[in-house]
């Protein structure tokens, strides 16, 4: 098993930029694909990025490419979410997910995932 903790968010205004990380534990994420989720009150969760085993392949929601940034240190085992020009409406709990298999070693991926973090709240004012 693997264990996920995210970190990083907290309360800012609009424009202003977060950096989320990911922390794994019990094993190493050299082989796995890697995500960011985020959950609002009232809505569903959605896919926010993506990113492959080694980095090389990436993917955002359209409604924060261009602004977030997705990125990956294997020998950290650790995964970041760089954040610009946050907007309200970019508020949630951010989550991190992973998921083990060969089929991700060159592609991100933005289906189910099965290793899941507790998640940090962003919360962006107007």
């Known amino acids: 098993q693997v264990q996920l903790v995210e970190s990083g968010g907290g309360l800012v205004q609009a424009g202003d930029s977060l950096r989320l990380s990911c922390s794994a534990s019990?094993?190493?994420?050299?082989?796995?694909?890697m995500a960011w989720f985020r959950h609002a009150p009232g809505t569903e969760r959605e896919f926010v990025a993506g990113i492959n085993w080694n980095g090389g392949s990436t993917g955002y929601a359209d409604s924060v490419k261009d602004r977030f940034t997705i990125s990956r240190d294997n020998t950290k085992d650790t995964v970041y979410l760089q954040m610009n020009s946050l907007k309200p409406e970019d508020t949630a709990v951010y989550y991190c997910?992973?998921?083990?298999?060969?089929?991700?070693?060159?592609?991100?991926?933005?289906?189910?995932?099965?290793?899941w973090g507790q998640g940090t709240q962003v919360t962006v004012s107007s």
């Open positions: 019990g094993r190493s994420l050299t082989n796995y694909a």
């Open positions: 997910a992973g998921k083990s298999g060969q089929i991700f070693k060159n592609t991100y991926y933005r289906g189910t995932y099965d290793y």
